[in-house]
């Protein structure tokens, strides 16, 4: 266990994400653990409109269907950039907008760094 990644959460995602249902959140939580293991989620597709390498978890449950954003491809940690419950078949330009300006905000905190 002690070669899992670090979770970083950018923003307001963590609450974002304490504020799912219960079963959504515990299934988004099981997948994001799954993802620091090293290991693929089981729902999710790549989301590069937001930035390269950016994927999305996908939880659907019967109070709705909700997405959890993130970026693995750093070395140091998997950064959480958006959680959200999507209410339609397309993901909203405010919620695709939150996640590229948090993305943003990622890569230039570790350019900054270097």
Not at 13 to 42: C, H, I, N
Not at 62 to 85: N, P
Request: aromatic share 10%; proline share 4%; with cysteine.
């Amino acid at each position: 266990m002690d070669d899992e990644k670090e979770i970083r959460w950018v923003g307001s995602a963590y609450d974002d994400l304490l504020a799912f249902p219960q079963d959504p959140r515990k299934e988004a939580g099981f997948q994001l653990s799954k993802v620091q293991a090293g290991l693929e989620p089981t729902d999710w597709k790549p989301f590069d409109d937001v930035g390269a390498g950016t994927k999305e978890i996908r939880v659907k449950d019967a109070s709705g269907v909700y997405r959890v954003m993130y970026i693995a491809k750093f070395e140091e940690a998997i950064y959480v950039l958006h959680c959200f419950q999507k209410k339609t078949q397309v993901s909203s330009k405010q919620d695709k907008a939150i996640a590229e300006a948090r993305y943003r905000a990622v890569v230039n905190s570790r350019k900054a760094k270097k």
